[in-house]
């Protein structure tokens, strides 16, 4: 209930972030009842085909549900931290509250979801849709209550537990809290990488799992290297930020150096892992470019597709907007000690700069290196 209050007395910015999440949930949860329609109307092709459908869902889950902890990680900046310490909320509250607000709205979205796609069907009114295959939508087909409602808590239920365990914060940090130390994630990450190119270069040449919309398919073992480098990548990410901001800072840098250099290194906590996740989505989109040029995409995959960008590219907006507002404090101090706006407006372009190095110089590596499908 308090949840419930607070996200009704939340203020427009964060009320359209919540609708973002809310609207992501409700388009998985399209994506998951298309999956069990293709198994309710295809019962003889076997276990394995829908399992490999359901499987295809798995991302789609995974960035809404990061999407979601995002979201409950930046909100408690904008809740009345007064009426909720009064209340009694500490740290551990308002943990609890921003995860149960996420599981929340995205069982919203999901409520949503069910009425959308019995629409579809034409179970609500009129005949169904004839743009998506009849097969996704098993119109004929009486849907079983016990596994509609088993996909659709899967977002809701996972966006809590995650941000009900993960480290969410309580606020919006200023410079000094943010941490100052090298990730240790970076080895790790480069290992990951190097890991999952050599198991998809070694991958049998068997193809077992077939990609959408009639795209080829892909051994199982080459599937398990692109989780391993996509992992790799978001693990690796702090570690390249802060790496970046060493090598700005290092051989007798000058003022826009160090400062760039300084700034990267304490926000390398906060804006590598969405930097990393955005690496890996362009990886993939990379490499999913080249295969068979001109085959049309199905509605689905279109659709899959979008939703997974839209996601990413809110994330880590969503971080960015979060470091420029712990970088006022230092901006305004500048401003007063009389820095000139070109100098601010270099140092921020030299950031950027190196931060698109940091994303997309690993994401195009790994594109090159993956075997084609």
């Known amino acids: 209930m308090l949840s419930l209050r607070v996200l009704k007395g939340s203020g427009p910015a964060a009320a ?103 629409l579809l069907r034409g179970d609500l009114a009129g005949g169904p849709y004839h743009g998506i295959a009849p097969g996704l939508l098993a119109t004929g087909h009486h849907l079983p209550p016990a596994g509609v409602v088993t996909l659709l808590a899967v977002v809701p239920v996972a966006a809590g537990v995650t941000a009900a365990t993960g480290r969410l914060g309580t606020g919006r940090r200023t410079s000094s809290d943010e941490p100052s130390g090298t990730p240790s994630g970076l080895p790790w990450g480069i290992a990951l990488v ?47 930020v802060h790496l970046g901001g060493r090598l700005l800072a290092a051989f007798r840098p000058g003022a826009i150096r160090l400062l760039s250099g300084r700034a990267l290194q304490q926000e390398a906590h906060r804006i590598g892992p969405p930097l990393g996740l955005l690496s890996a989505a362009t990886a993939a989109a990379v490499s999913a470019h080249g295969l068979r040029p001109g085959h049309p995409l199905g509605h689905v995959t ?20 979060e470091s420029r507002s712990t970088r006022r ?29 940091a994303f997309l110089l690993p994401a195009l590596l790994v594109a090159a290196m993956s075997p084609k499908p």
């Open 16 to 118: 359209s972030r919540w609708l973002l999440v809310g609207l992501a949930s409700c388009g998985t949860g399209l994506l998951l009842l298309g999956a069990l329609g293709w198994a309710l109307a295809h019962p003889n092709a076997g276990t394995s085909d829908a399992v490999v459908r359901l499987g295809w869902c798995v991302v789609p889950v995974v960035v809404t549900v990061q999407l979601a902890v995002a979201v409950a990680r930046a909100q408690p900046a904008a809740w009345p931290r007064a009426g909720l310490d009064a209340a009694g909320l500490g740290r551990s509250g308002l943990v609890l509250l921003g995860a149960a607000s996420a599981a929340v709205v995205c069982a919203a979205g999901s409520v949503v979801a069910l009425p959308l796609f019995l």
């Open 194 to 240: 190097a890991a999952g190119l050599g198991v998809e270069a070694g991958a049998p040449g068997g193809h077992d799992i077939p990609l959408p919309s009639g795209l080829g398919s892909i051994a199982s073992a080459a599937a398990g290297g692109w989780v391993l480098a996509a992992v790799g990548l978001v693990l690796a990410g702090p570690g390249l």
């Open 302 to 321: 279109v659709f899959a597709a979008t939703l997974v960008a839209v996601c990413v590219l809110a994330i880590a907006a969503m971080a960015a907007v």
């Open 329 to 357: 404090p230092a901006a305004a101090t500048m401003r007063d000690l009389a820095v000139s706006p070109a100098v601010l407006r270099s140092v921020l372009a030299l950031r950027a700069g190196v931060l698109l190095v």
